[in-house]
């Protein structure tokens, strides 16, 4: 049984920044991707930032610039570093790790809100 538990979200001004951090844990000795997804309300999730075990990482052409993504093989742990927020950037912010031991599923954690005030 594999779970992600993240933790940083919150309310912060536009302009601000946060950082939203990611911990799985369970039965793994590789992770091959991590990353982060969001949804705001009414929207469908939408892809952030992925980084793979090996640094390669990816961003949404609206994030590009202001937020890093990062990852800790040794601990199975993601962050994503928020800079210059934007109102549009309030969602719920999922993180999620994929080709755990090489197998094709996907993880998700519960999710944590990021609300981002004009």
């Known amino acids: 049984q594999v779970q992600l538990v993240e933790s940083g979200g919150g309310l912060v001004q536009a302009g601000g920044s946060l950082r939203l951090s990611c911990s799985a844990s369970?039965?793994?000795?590789?992770?091959?991707?991590m990353g982060w997804y969001r949804q705001a309300p009414g929207k469908q999730r939408e892809l952030v930032a992925t980084?793979?075990?090996?640094?390669?990482?990816d961003y949404a052409e609206s994030v590009k610039g202001r937020f890093t993504v990062s990852r800790d093989n040794a601990k199975n742990t993601v962050a994503l570093e928020m800079n210059s927020l934007k109102p549009e950037d309030t969602a719920v912010y999922y993180c999620?790790?994929?080709?755990?031991?090489?197998?094709?599923?996907?993880?998700w954690g519960q999710g944590t809100q990021v609300t981002v005030s004009s």
């Open positions: 980084i793979t075990r090996g640094g390669n990482t």
């Open positions: 999620y790790a994929g080709g755990i031991n090489y197998r094709a599923s996907v993880y």
């Open positions: 369970g039965s793994i000795f590789r992770i091959e991707n």
